[in-house]
């Protein structure tokens, strides 16, 4: 590294003074290095972790986890792949929650926003707790999202939710026994299946490929020595 | 220095970098770059595989000793089956889900076994979107052109072919099922341009393309009653008396108990090699991705090809520390991000191909342009904020959600400031060598998805992966039903492991180590 300019560094205090900090795991005191995310705190302190890890990035919903600070009475929820551990900080990760899922063939569904009542019939008991938009690791308006599917705005549902990994945490704390994620699942796929416009240039561009629209094209590359082959593609721009 | 004051170069040059258009290299000055700054081109990192399929053949150390590693399975292992299936697929990632739900809806029996649960995979990270030729100006031709020319003209013709034509349906399929693409006013797909690609072709759903489809995918896994093993990690497979594949083993990793599966194929979807951490490279990838299906293929007689040269994505995260590694979206270059370095100058066409770009970041590092953290890594700027300069405040937001949030959780509120970025190990570019079917070198034997090779050349294009994920998945799904009806169940054996043994034994009985790796050793021992 050539680089012996230190005007471009930044300063990282926490790397600086690296600082120790006891944390709670499931009600057992660690010490780990301030700073790390969650999961990489179960790693440091010794634990072999199978079920609660998936993707590392805060999509898959695989490491749901509660925690709470220090004297604060709130517990939260996190995905510990994206939440860094502080001093006094208690952790519990999420087990697998024995939620019902409907089951449906999403392409033969007569009526779906009626069948929203029939697949998932707690789903309009909603009692207006909030717990569940207050349980989102993803600050979805999760109470509001199930009353819109109730409402049949599976529209507004559909985006409001693009941003849900399936963690699952709105469902434990649902007095009404709803799950707000696999309604909105179904809301979504439903939308999408039945409320949407059908691309008419897609279908379009299926049937030119059936109709073999490009196989002159086809034959003339496929024919093409490595040489030309480069040559040609140099051509695309 | 404080980031925010190294930061101000960024927005001070920000206006006159608006002005500036930088051309593309020229091909010799693009072979030049890579050669002389790209990670595939250093060669201490590089070694000979010392036999099997591949002896003789290079790639990086920390694969040619799993490949070399010796199988968990002892002689005389028993190897009454506990399940019976038509199809086993291993893997929950894309490619496994697209198999399982056509050879389930081609009428047979399928298993979807996976190493951790259904969908935990890079396929539901995947933000970029897909890339499919709908649009008018556009065809799968220049699809097919593009693709080559991105993967240095390496690419297998035929299956490259074979998915470029087939994208379209495959769309279709997928807005059937209820995936929600992102649309133009008049309700056609709406299509955004790509690194390395001359139309506009990735079908987006906003930046969560990836999870948008794999939510479907495992939702309708489920309805289709497919049956599951989950957490059940796959060690060995088994071959019949022909040498051909029957079944795999398994390690049930809640109760450490061995699973036998009987099938009349089997499709590897297994993904790629992240985890490796090849060459000290962070990565982008998810816990499991540690090349399993590579080792497991291998040992079986299949072929590799292409397994000297790897993906590294040019933006993964640098600061904070938490998120080392992660990846920031190749949309934000796509809408006209710059790359900065620590002068505040652009030094690349940012939509030029992953190879490229990751190249000239780390040329800029190396030449001492880069900017340090205090815990010794390095990188250069993503001027984020430019896209909301550029198309009006709330762009970031509305565009890019996914990414917005993962940074708002450590404080950094990426469209007022620029992100520190360096190449991540992110895509294994060949793997185990397929034909048109998505089938091996070894019968009955199908591997579907990043754990194939060939397609992609020397450098997957942008927006490839989940179309190659969907059509190889099908392809491989339907041939391993169609064959099912008219086949028996062949006997199973590990009678391949014999002679893999003793050519380990010839090598100086090989690498010592057991594979496949299942997840990587991150847990500190004391």
Redo the contacts between chains.
């Keep these: 590294?050539?680089?012996?300019?230190k005007?471009?560094?930044?300063?990282?205090p926490?790397?600086?003074r690296h600082k120790m900090v006891t944390i709670e795991i499931a009600g057992k005191k660690y010490e780990v290095p301030e700073?790390?995310?969650i999961i990489?705190a179960l790693?440091?302190?010794?634990?072999?972790?199978?079920?609660g890890?998936?993707?590392?990035?805060?999509?898959?919903g695989?490491c749901a986890a509660y925690y709470r600070t220090k004297d604060d009475p709130k517990v939260r929820t996190c995905l510990a792949c994206?939440?860094?551990v502080q001093d006094g900080m208690s952790i519990t990760m999420m087990p697998p929650f024995p939620a019902r899922?409907a089951?449906?063939?999403?392409?033969t569904l007569k009526d779906p926003k009626q069948d929203l009542f029939n697949l998932y019939p707690e789903a309009p008991l909603c009692r207006n707790c909030n717990a569940c938009t207050e349980a989102c690791p993803?600050?979805i308006d999760v109470r509001e999202g199930v009353w819109k599917a109730v409402f049949g705005d599976f529209k507004s549902v559909?985006e409001m939710f693009?941003?849900?990994?399936?963690c699952g945490m709105c469902t434990p704390v649902c007095i009404a026994d709803i799950a707000p994620n696999l309604v909105a699942?179904y809301v979504?796929?439903?939308?999408?299946?039945h409320f949407?416009?059908?691309?008419?240039?897609?279908?379009?561009?299926?049937k030119e490929?059936q109709d073999g629209r490009?196989n002159d094209?086809?034959a003339k590359?496929?024919k093409m020595s490595?040489k030309e082959?480069?040559d040609?593609?140099?051509t695309?721009? | 220095m404080d980031i925010h004051a190294l930061q101000q170069i960024v927005h001070q040059t920000r206006d006159a970098r608006r002005k500036q258009t930088l051309p593309k290299f020229s091909p010799a000055d693009r072979d030049q770059l890579i050669h002389k700054y790209h990670p595939d081109f250093r060669e201490r990192a590089y070694r000979p595989i010392r036999f099997g399929p591949n002896a003789g053949d290079k790639t990086v150390v920390e694969l040619a000793t799993l490949l070399e590693g010796d199988s968990p399975i002892a002689d005389g292992f028993d190897l009454t089956p506990d399940y019976t299936t038509d199809v086993l697929v291993v893997g929950g990632g894309g490619a496994g889900c697209a198999a399982a739900l056509h050879a389930r809806a081609a009428g047979a029996k399928v298993i979807l076994a996976t190493k951790l649960r259904l969908g935990d995979s890079n396929s539901v990270m995947a933000q970029g979107g897909m890339q499919i030729s709908v649009a008018p100006e556009d065809s799968p031709v220049t699809h097919f052109l593009d693709t080559l020319k991105g993967g240095h003209m390496q690419n297998d013709h035929q299956l490259l072919k074979v998915m470029v034509e087939e994208g379209p349906s495959i769309a279709k399929w997928l807005l059937g099922l209820g995936v929600l693409f992102d649309r133009d006013g008049d309700g056609n797909l709406h299509v955004k341009k790509g690194g390395g690609s001359s139309k506009p072709r990735l079908l987006t759903c906003s930046d969560y393309t990836g999870l948008e489809i794999m939510r479907v995918l495992k939702d309708e896994v489920l309805n289709q009653n497919i049956q599951l093993l989950e957490f059940c990690a796959a060690v060995e497979l088994t071959s019949d008396e022909k040498g051909n594949c029957s079944g795999a083993i398994f390690k049930d990793l809640d109760n450490h108990r061995d699973v036998v599966v009987a099938a009349k194929s089997v499709i590897l979807a297994t993904g790629g090699i992240g985890r490796l951490h090849i060459q000290g490279f962070p990565t982008s990838n998810h816990y499991g991705a540690t090349g399993d299906g590579l080792c497991l293929a291998y040992r079986l007689g299949a072929k590799l090809m292409h397994i000297d040269t790897f993906q590294y994505h040019p933006t993964g995260a640098v600061y904070p520390e938490q998120l080392i590694g992660a990846l920031v979206t190749e949309g934000i270059r796509s809408e006209g991000g710059h790359l900065v370095n620590a002068k505040g100058e652009r030094f690349v066409n940012e939509l030029d191909t992953r190879d490229v770009v990751s190249s000239s970041i780390i040329r800029e590092c190396e030449e001492g342009r880069g900017i340090r953290t205090m815990s010794g890594r390095i990188g250069v700027w993503l001027d984020t904020p430019l896209l909301d300069v550029a198309q009006g405040p709330g762009t970031m937001e509305k565009h890019f959600p996914a990414m917005m949030l993962q940074f708002e959780r450590f404080g950094i509120d990426i469209s007022k400031d620029p992100v520190l970025i360096y190449p991540t190990l992110h895509y294994q570019n060949g793997g185990v060598k397929i034909d048109t079917n998505s089938e091996t070198d070894v019968k009955n034997l199908f591997v579907a998805g990043e754990a194939s090779g060939g397609l992609h050349g020397r450098n997957r294009l942008m927006g490839n992966s989940l179309l190659d994920l969907m059509v190889f998945g099908k392809r491989s799904g339907l041939t391993a039903a169609a064959r099912a009806a008219s086949m028996p169940q062949g006997k199973l054996t590990v009678g391949h492991l014999k002679g893999f043994r003793s050519e380990a034994k010839k090598h100086g009985s090989a690498s010592g180590v057991v594979s496949p790796m299942i997840l990587p050793p991150y847990t500190r021992k004391e």
Aim: hydrophobic share 40%; aromatic share 8%.
């Design positions: 590294m050539a680089l012996e300019d005007e471009n560094i930044i300063d990282q926490e790397v600086l700073g790390i995310t990489k790693w440091y302190s010794g634990q072999e972790v199978v079920r890890a998936g993707c590392l990035g805060g999509f898959c695989a994206q939440m860094a899922k089951t449906y063939d999403i392409q993803q600050k559909s693009m941003d849900c990994v399936m699942l979504s796929r439903a939308q999408g299946a949407t416009e059908k691309p008419l240039g897609l279908d379009t561009r299926i490929i490009f094209e086809w590359i496929l490595e082959l480069a040609h593609c140099a695309v721009k």
